[in-house]
Structure formats: C-alpha cells, structure tokens
C-alpha cells in the first residue's frame, strides 16, 4: 500500500473505528511520508514476541532533517487464556500502533516501563533495576533492565530521560535493542494512542542532530 491512509481490509467496520481520523491527526502533526519495504526486525523484540504472529500493515515515516521515525500499525494475533467449548485456545486478532525510532547510541537491550509498587518490592530483595542517582525522579518513576549496565548508562544520557519523562501516560512499554527502539502499549488504534506515541519517537529523532 502506497497512500497516507489506513489499509482497512478486513478490519472492522471502518465506522465504528477511528483508522482514517488516526491517519488524518497524523498528518496534520508531521510531515508523514510512506517508505518503500523496511525490515525493521520486529522478530528482536521480546515485548512483541508473546503473540502467535505479528505483520506491519502500514507504515508512517516521520519525517525530520535529524532522521526518520516512523509509526507501525500491526495486526497482531495473540493466544488466549479462554477455552472454547471444544477445548482449545482461542486467538484474538488486535490491530495495534507503534512507534520506532532509530538512536545515535547503541543501548544494549533495554526495557523501560513504569515502575510498580511490586518492582519496589522486588528490588529490594532482588536489585537488577538500572537507577541513576542522578536523577532521582527518572528512577523514582521508572523501571529499567537492561544486559549491559555500562553501555545503558553512558548511552541512557539526560536528554534521553528528559524525553521518556515528558510521556505523561503510564500503560506503555519501551524496549531498545541496541540501536532500535520502539513503544507500545498493546491497545488498539485510537487517534489519541497513535499520536501519543508518534510524539515521543519524533522527539527522539531530534536527539540524533
């Protein structure tokens, strides 16, 4: 698919969906184009790897003079826990966005997510979390795990946290695999969703001038 709209076949009805509104807000915030085929490796991201499959359906390149970001919007086909009558698991296809963004630095494999009062628990008994004494309030509100502290924590600098800090929601999850990063949040196309996450990778791309 070649055009700035959402390829709805065999999604929902497209009245009862905001797919064209997400595709509209889009535009009138960035300047999107569509690129040609990109392998972006979906496959080394762990947050993605619990459904049973995972296909782009339209990609949005972001465009900025620093470097692209862009904006998945996937199907995905997820296993659930309900059992239908014959016994067997059911699936649930969800058609989600999210957003990538390409980073000057390598990461290593990071995850980065809201902190929990659980992930407090834990760390006390068991302390793998990534904190920057330097930045008490990053710490204090979020939670890092990453392979390679060192390389996390020269690569992780303040501009960095300065722009996970100003996503004012708390459902989304960040996963870098050196230096690739997307976020997500798992829930549907909803123009607010999209637009949420478009945001914060543009102003990631900004960070590589």
Known sequence: MNSLSVDATGLPDIGKHPYETTCQRLRNRFRIDIPGDIDFQLE?????NHHRSVHIRNTFAI???CGDSYVLLLDTDAETTR????NKIQHRDTFQPWALAYLKKDFGRV???TETIIDKIREIVFPIELDFREDKSFSDRFYVLTDDRH???AAMNQQFRDAVMSIKKSDFVIEIYEHTLIIGNHKPVTPENTLYLAE???KLAELKC
Do not use: D, M, P, S
């Open 151 to 153: 390389k996390t924590e």
């Open 200 to 202: 914060f990778v543009a």
């Open 63 to 65: 465009k900025n003079h």
């Open 44 to 48: 080394q991201f762990e947050t993605l």
């Open 83 to 86: 059992i239908n009558q014959k």
């Open 111 to 113: 995850v980065i997510r």
